[in-house]
């Protein structure tokens, strides 16, 4: 059993989290970001060259330096699955769907992947591999109580631990992105199965998303509901198909966030909307906002659109991007840097992550 990512939460929360901060000079390292591009149909387009795009590094027009199909360089891929009470009744077709996704991306050695469980816990139930045998024995362990070595359990008691009906969402996201996606190469993705609403994670949803924008990992969300969750939504409208305007998508989803929040070291906006405290939170408002800041989408589970639909739609996506490099040409202070990537083509639409830190690329 790999070891457990609940053992590192105490350590990376007790190290200054925005440590490199500090004002860094001008960098001859190369950004590079993922980019998907979709016409006025919501359909990926390909056989686009360098040449069709603009490129804004905090304003400032700069140069593509690089521009590639995504598929041709190697890309991680980590699966964080909820498995709170009331996710427990989708779990079986949760886990169909991600190893028929896992079977058809994974080639070693070039495109691997991870698997995370969080509950009232974080498990790492697989680290990063190729195996996809290793994979499949690790999502059936996915809904099972893991055993926790925890300063509670060193007086010898130990065992496993039952799901308490916390959802350590944020969590789950800033481990996976700090423990395991920064030190994967460039290209990397987080699929989220959740009901977006946290309960009980130790750090917030803005350190979150941050630690994804750290590591350059675009998170991917299938908002599930939870089944206390079913009736209160009944009367809402569900997302439309068309991607575009629709949630998690520029555009649409949470408005008036973005990096900068108070505590952080961005230069975005600095009085950024959030949840209201002690109100019942919007998962799937949740959810969008953490894909949209990411540069990642939120895909909606439902009888008109099933798990199977959602991998097979999100494997087109990964199959379809296109990597952009470029090199910043002005002087690079500490914190972040919004980038806005523009097709010249007014039809098409451009999904990518909104910024970057310096200093901190791979």
Request: include cysteine; aromatic fraction near 6%; charged fraction near 20%.
């Given at each position: ?13 007790c190290a200054p989290l925005f440590a490199q901060s500090q004002p860094a000079p001008a960098s001859s390292t190369q ?108 999502l059936g362990q996915v809904g099972t109580p893991q055993v926790h070595d925890t300063a509670a359990d060193q007086s ?141 989408y939120l895909y909606e589970s439902g009888k008109k659109n099933s798990l199977d639909n959602i991998f097979s739609t ?49």
């Open positions: 059993m790999p070891k457990l990512l609940t053992s590192l939460l105490a350590l990376s929360l950004i590079t970001t993922a980019v998907t591009v979709l016409n006025k149909d919501g359909k990926f387009v390909p056989n686009l060259t360098k040449s069709d795009f603009t490129l804004t590094d905090d304003g400032h027009p700069t140069a593509i330096s690089s521009f590639a199909p995504a598929s041709t360089d190697p890309l991680t891929m980590g699966i964080l699955v909820q498995t709170s009470t009331g996710q427990s009744a989708s779990l079986d077709s949760e886990r169909t769907a991600a190893n028929v996704f896992l079977d058809h991306m994974v080639t070693p050695p070039q495109q691997r992947a991870f698997l995370i469980q969080f509950g009232g816990e974080v498990d790492l139930l697989s680290d990063v591999s190729a195996d996809k045998a290793h994979l499949q024995k690790a010898g008691s130990g065992g496993a631990r039952l799901d308490s009906g916390g959802s350590t969402l944020y969590d789950a996201i800033y481990l996976a992105s700090g423990e395991v996606m920064k030190k994967q190469p460039p290209r990397k993705v987080l699929i989220v199965l959740s009901d977006g609403v946290d309960r009980g994670s130790k750090t917030s949803l803005f350190s979150a998303i941050e630690a994804a924008q750290r590591a350059n990992t675009a998170v991917y969300a299938i908002y599930i509901k939870g089944e206390d969750e079913k009736e209160q939504r009944k009367n809402n409208a569900g997302i439309p198909g068309q991607r575009r305007g629709g949630i998690g998508f520029p555009g649409g989803g949470y408005p008036g966030t973005g990096p900068g929040w108070p505590g952080g070291s961005g230069g975005g906006n600095p009085n950024p909307s959030r949840p209201t405290e002690g109100s019942r939170m919007d998962g799937r408002k949740i959810l969008a906002q953490i894909c949209r800041e990411t540069g990642g999100l494997a087109g996506e990964l199959k379809s991007q296109y990597m952009i490099g470029f090199t910043p040409t002005t002087k690079q202070e500490g914190g972040y840097h919004r980038i806005v990537i523009t097709p010249k083509n007014n039809d098409l639409t451009v999904q990518a992550r909104q910024g970057y830190y310096s200093g901190n690329e791979d």
